[in-house]
Nanobody
């Protein structure tokens, strides 16, 4: 399974970004997809996840600003990020969990200027 993430970039505080992640290879329904982020000086944080049935979960730090969704194409996931803050700056990585195995995509950098 391979994951390809995109959509990061440089944005001013208060702005928005939409991250995308597409998984290819041997996948099956019922998996969980989501995003982690690594902020400099902090532990890696699970930002959001969504099950195959559409159940979502968010970190408290992003609740109300981030929205995760599944795409119409199987095994794609999006992360809509609104009201960005400088403290959201970091590397965002998508993952897919199935059969007890976690697959990772290469991270995409999100930089928020004040």
């Amino acid at each position: 399974v391979q994951l390809q993430a995109s959509g990061g970039g440089l944005v001013q505080a208060g702005g928005s970004l939409r991250l995308s992640c597409a998984a290819s290879g041997s996948t099956f329904s019922g998996n969980v997809m989501g995003w982690y982020r690594q902020i400099p000086g902090k532990q890696r944080e699970l930002v959001a996840s969504v099950t195959g049935g559409g159940y979502t979960n968010y970190a408290d730090s992003v609740e109300g600003r981030f929205t995760i969704s599944r795409g119409h194409v199987q095994n794609t996931v999006f992360l809509q990020i609104n009201s960005l803050k400088p403290e959201d700056t970091g590397v965002y990585s998508c993952y897919l969990l199935q059969g007890g195995v976690t697959y990772w995509g290469k991270g995409t950098q999100v930089t928020v200027s004040s």
